[in-house]
């Protein structure tokens, strides 16, 4: 339960890390795949030239990620965040002046880089160092940012590119960056850093001690934890990037889908909530081996329906397990190895997110253009993640909390 008080006393951190997430919705797929039809008939690709564009956008997004994730250890939040919104916006306004096809690896590099990769980094790394023993609701709260902008974005833009087109969509969309600007520099005007017994300014993880990119790296943990980690990201973004094949396979419309998109916001914020606690109290490592089964068992689902009720549950299941996503990736990385190298530790572990992310539109894209619908590209999705959850419950279910675990 997230107490008024909690609230009332970190009020502008929370609204900065939500303003961040919220922002953030631009170099997401959920909105980016929305012009996907525009794009490429504007430009005249076929689904596997546009899932490459993509795809070669976002890796290069992910290896920059390696690089400018340690920033967050160096730059104070503040500025590093008005400066990456700033970038946001400009990348923006260069999709909608986009002359020609040669262009869009950059302008997606820019979207995915600034969007998913940095300003989702900044807000949860901050948070990881602002918190301590309520990392879990704190991480609810600003992820009310992700939500807001996945359930209002995509069926307002769609709307509105009816109205005005594409391009001036993506340029209405720049504005927004900007207005984020000054409230950024309001918010923050104070930093926060933990005070009190129950708070400190550094948290070790395991072994007690803080652990370097390096260690973290060449420990095994990390790379079985990948196997899962990769996953989310990956067929979440395929699903949302081929939205608009999936609807016309169905016999749907896009704004019937885009119009559900509040039943998976409303999922997301409801386990959110709930299992926020839940890491708090007990720990990520007790809801790592279940947090994927709602949406493996929703694409089995949607595999097999026909009707657009079916897209409703599969949102729906997809909220739960994004909730539970959101609840743990705050808490993981920060009490398994540490807060003092925090914000280089998780850029591996955003790169990995962004990496997956940038395989998935590519891969199905491909399959797509062989044949292979992404009906039935979602049983092997499925397949993947209940096989990655019946490991997760071996491996971490007898690992426990980074008290009693030990490299």
């Known amino acids: 339960m997230i107490k008024p008080s909690f609230l009332a006393a970190n009020a502008p951190w929370l609204a900065a890390g939500g303003l961040l997430t919220f922002s953030s919705s631009f170099g997401q797929t959920f909105f980016i795949s929305i012009f996907a039809g525009e794009i490429r008939g504007a430009f005249g690709l076929t689904h596997g030239q546009w899932g490459g564009i993509y795809t070669l956008g976002t890796l290069t997004s992910a290896v920059a990620m390696l690089w400018a994730g340690g920033l967050a250890d160096r730059i104070p939040v503040r500025r590093l965040s008005v400066i990456v919104l700033v970038l946001l916006s400009l990348v923006c306004i260069s999709m909608a002046l986009a002359p020609a096809f040669w ?56 709307l509105l590119t009816g109205v005005v087109g594409w391009r001036w969509s993506w340029g209405i969309a720049a504005l927004i960056p900007l207005l984020a600007v000054p409230m950024m520099l309001g918010l923050l005007a104070k930093d926060r850093v933990p005070q009190g017994s129950m708070e400190q300014a550094e948290t070790p993880g395991m072994d007690d001690r ?6 973290v790296l060449a420990h095994w943990l990390f790379w079985v934890t990948a196997l899962g980690y990769i996953a989310p990201p990956t067929f979440g973004t395929a699903f949302f990037f081929q939205q608009v094949h999936l609807v016309e396979l169905k016999g749907w419309t896009l704004e019937q889908f885009t119009a559900l998109m509040p039943i998976y916001t409303l999922c997301s914020l409801g386990t959110m909530l709930i299992t926020g606690g839940i890491v708090d109290k007990f720990g990520p490592a007790r809801l790592m081996p279940v947090f994927m089964l709602p949406f493996a068992f929703g694409m089995l689902l949607l595999a097999q329906g026909q009707s657009i009720w079916f897209a409703a549950v599969t949102l729906a299941l997809f909220g739960m397990m994004q909730g539970i996503m959101v609840s743990i990736s705050a808490a993981f990385w920060p009490e398994y190895y ?45 397949m993947y993640m209940l096989a990655i959850s019946v490991l997760f419950a071996f491996v971490f279910l007898r690992l426990g909390r980074p008290s009693a675990a030990t490299a």
């Open 210 to 215: 803080h652990w370097t990119r390096r260690q």
């Open 338 to 382: 540490g807060t003092r190298y925090l914000g280089s530790v998780r850029a591996v572990a955003m790169a990995t997110m962004v990496f997956g992310s940038a395989i998935g539109p590519g891969i199905t894209g491909v399959l797509i253009d062989l044949g292979v619908d992404f009906r039935t590209q979602m049983v092997g999705m499925a």
């Open 103 to 158: 262009i869009l690896p950059l302008v997606i590099f820019g979207l995915r880089f600034c969007g998913q990769g940095m300003l989702s980094h900044i807000a949860i790394v901050a948070l990881g160092k602002w918190f301590a023993r309520q990392r879990g609701r704190a991480n609810s709260i600003i992820s009310l940012g992700f939500l807001t902008g996945e359930a209002l974005l995509p069926v307002t833009f769609v």
